[in-house]
């Protein structure tokens, strides 16, 4: 049996989606047991086709899941009993719900107040938009960042995953370790709330501090950096492409000498960082058809070796075959509920103490209810009759 971290915490997940189970997926993966309670039909992500099922797949691995219906008092009972004997509690369901029912952090932390209790919302939970659903992409948008994705010349674009909603897991995980750590020292639990706004502009910390300091809004302008070149800028091989930055006086130098250009150094326009920014069309001109001779491997091997740096542009196939990434174990195989193996994401990250082996897949809808149900001290006859009102569902 392996010490993990958190063996011996007890969290009760009220997540939906992204941003509260991967919160909970990670202290799951830390040892803690984490009981996932989802509505009688099964939470959002489980009626969105592949995409919901791949949410659901690799963010509640190793949970053990209790369908219950939370409109009614029954039900309520139920979850009032899991988070009494609960360390950690996240939910992430729309504003007021959880109050209304009973269920917030502060009539649960008044009865328990060893809880850490967890809040993720789109908004924040002090503002005008404290009660609007809030999903990854209106995060994206009314944080900047989809105005300063995509072309000059474009519309604003999203980044292509839900970014927003995976880095709000991680820093609902990070603030809910503290706050545990905490409890640890002093025997006081702790609220926490974490929102999608608020990390949505917190990833883009260069971007606001550079506006903060000068008052320059940034803009949209694809590829590339606005104030220094070559920096971020995609290079088109004979068999794909590579990102390239070399904008430091030395690591130019080198760029230009390894693809054979070392004259480029010295040319005029190119002559400081400065020169660079002001005629990078040229610079790009002059550096993709170096490039272009080259394949994507003979790019990556020759300025890898040399310090400068630069990335393969994979698709995901070929990002799963490279060695880097196999190395890391971050595919790991899950045994689903049926017995069939899959694949699945892993953490990523490494704890010596934690070795990365095959684990449990994501549950299935009501999977533990029955055992959850028992733990709590219920006889059998009132979890028959709680599965006969529709109060409970029991797995398959």
Known sequence: ???????????????????????????????????????????????????????????????????????????????????????IVVQNLRPGVMDKLGLGAEEMRAAHPHLVYATVSGFGLHGPSRNRAGLDIAAQAESGLMWVTGEHDGEPQKVGAQIVDAATGYVCAQAILGAYIRRLRTGEG????????????????????????????????????????????????????VVVSAYSEVHFRRLCRLLGRAELADDARF?????????????????????????????????????????????YPEAMRSPDVQASGLFIEVSRPDGVPATALGTPWHLESVPKLPTAGAPDLGQHTAEVIAELGYPTDALDALAADGVVALGR
């Open 190 to 241: 702790d609220t926490v709330e974490v929102s999608l706004l608020e990390v949505a502009i917190h990833l883009q910390a260069p971007n606001w501090g550079a506006y903060l300091d000068t008052g320059n809004e940034p803009r949209r302008m694809g590829n590339g950096q606005p104030t220094v070149a070559p920096a971020a800028d995609i290079m088109p091989t004979s068999d794909g492409s």
């Open 1 to 87: 049996m392996i010490d993990k971290p958190l063996d011996g915490v007890r969290v009760i997940d009220f997540g939906q989606f992204i941003a509260a189970p991967a919160a909970t997926q990670v202290l799951v993966d830390l040892g803690a047991d984490v009981i996932k309670v989802e509505p009688v039909h099964g939470e959002s992500a489980r009626g969105i086709g592949a995409h919901g099922k791949a949410m659901v797949e690799n963010y509640n691995r190793g949970k053990r899941a209790i369908a219950l219906d939370l409109k009614d008092p029954r039900g309520q009972e139920i979850a009032r009993r899991l988070i009494a004997g609960a360390d």
């Open 271 to 315: 002559a400081d960082n400065e020169s660079r920014v002001r005629n990078r069309p040229a610079l790009l001109t002059e550096l993709r058809a170096a490039f272009a001779t080259m394949t994507s491997d003979e790019a990556m091997d020759v300025l890898a070796a040399n310090g400068v740096v630069a990335g393969r542009i994979n698709t």
